[in-house]
């Protein structure tokens, strides 16, 4: 396991050994804002599936009880 980590380690050291620290900062602006929409679109996902799987059944149990 260790192994692994040490090579993955390695190989990212090599891949950013010769960046300077304006283009190491924009890699990780670039990451985050990556991240951030991935994380918006589960939000969003989400939402979607509590509409459809929550509130619009427990709406229509309260409309069927009242009508």
Known sequence: MSDKKNL???????SYEGYD???LLKELLYYQKTQIEKLEKVR???????WWLVAIPIIFGI???IL
């Not at 969003?44 to 509590?50: A, I």
């Open 63 to 65: 409309l069927f009880f």
């Open 8 to 14: 993955k380690k390695l190989k990212f050291l090599q």
């Open 21 to 23: 620290t304006d283009q």
């Open 44 to 50: 969003s996902n989400t939402s979607t599936l509590v």
